[in-house]
């Protein structure tokens, strides 16, 4: 029998990862998109409008974290035995500008979700995506016993979402996973965010269409994986015989401005030629090291991280000079991303 799944946030990085996972599984993914003025389904586009040859193919619902009634009406049209909940306000410098839109999608839209599961009567086993920013300014290395101290409303959010996943498995007897994922990145990396925000420069400069690249604290450290490693992680949490909470890490950790000597290093260039400070990126608390320790699920699970560092920057930095050749080519049409 074909299994169901329900994924939020599925226009986003891990979204369209975890996507292309299930359906390689041989899933019927149905996903959650929030309704907008604009298209923002780039990631997917190969996904939904191309159904694989056996059938098998993404179903996109406008839906919002919003909405409780809206997620009760399509866990009843869609049966799902998954949910996975990625949808969120991510980005931690915007939380400080949106602290209350934040905290109402990160953190109460995921006690929606459960809310949602727990109304609808049916058997799903729910993944809740949780984040190493809850861990904020307790030193590394930070594992599944190590204590919370938030240090932004996105991180805050996380904190009260994380807390009411676990409750719902205790009170409630549900299967609830939260999976503690340290920053992983990728070519599909929204540019906003601070590695793609370098790879994408290293790829303009190399080209002539920018000078410099500005950016905040050079010196904060984390611990960067591979996201299409990280959704297998996640899958795998929801496979297993009882729910529980994992930290999804490389168990290494650089520097801000190691990413910027590897990324421009990979096409011959110096960082220290085109990366300059600006204080407007520093966040009012700042979170200086992330470090995961994911022993628990290598030894539970079998999980364990392949692609390195300096892997993970070259892969970046090759899929910007290739998107920008593509831009500039023809052969591709920019999308709000």
Not at 314 to 319: L, N, R, S, W
Request: charged share 25%.
């Amino acid at each position: 029998m074909t299994k169901v799944a329900l994924v939020t946030g599925v226009t986003g990085q891990d979204g369209s990862y975890l996507c292309e996972l299930l359906l390689q599984k041989g899933y019927e993914v149905h996903g959650l998109v929030r309704r907008s003025s604009s298209f923002n389904t780039a990631r997917i586009d190969h996904l939904y409008q191309d159904p694989h040859e056996d059938g098998r193919k993404l179903v996109l619902h406008h839906a919002d974290l919003d909405d409780g009634l809206s997620l009760v009406n399509i866990l009843r049209e869609t049966g799902p035995s998954e949910v996975y909940n990625l949808g969120a306000q991510s980005h931690v410098r915007v939380s400080y500008d949106t602290p209350l839109y934040t905290a109402n999608v990160t953190g109460v839209g995921a006690l929606r979700i459960l809310e949602a599961v727990r109304a609808s009567n049916l058997d799903i086993r729910v993944y809740q995506a949780s984040s190493s920013e809850m861990f904020g300014s307790t030193p590394p290395p930070q594992n599944e016993e190590t204590p919370f101290h938030p240090r932004s409303p996105y991180a805050c959010a996380k904190v009260y979402a994380y807390w009411s996943a676990v409750n719902h498995r205790e009170s409630y007897g549900m299967y609830v996973s939260n999976g503690i994922l340290f920053n992983h990145e990728s070519p599909r990396r929204g540019e906003t965010f601070v590695t793609r925000k370098i790879t994408r420069a290293v790829a303009r400069i190399q080209a002539g269409l920018q000078k410099e690249l500005y950016l905040g604290n050079l010196d904060a450290t984390r611990d960067w994986g591979y996201a299409p490693e990280y959704v297998n992680a996640m899958w795998m949490m929801l496979q297993a015989p009882e729910p529980d909470d994992y930290v999804v890490a490389t168990g290494t950790t650089y520097s801000v401005r190691e990413f910027c000597q590897v990324a421009f290093g990979h096409v011959g260039l110096n960082w220290e030629d085109y990366v300059r400070f600006d204080p407007k990126y520093t966040r009012p608390a700042e979170v200086d090291a992330l470090m995961g320790d994911a022993s628990k699920i290598r030894t539970n699970l079998g999980w364990k991280p392949e692609v390195n560092f300096e892997e993970l920057v070259q892969i970046m930095v090759d899929g910007d000079i290739q998107l920008l050749e593509d831009e500039r080519s023809g052969r591709l049409v920019r999308v709000d991303r």
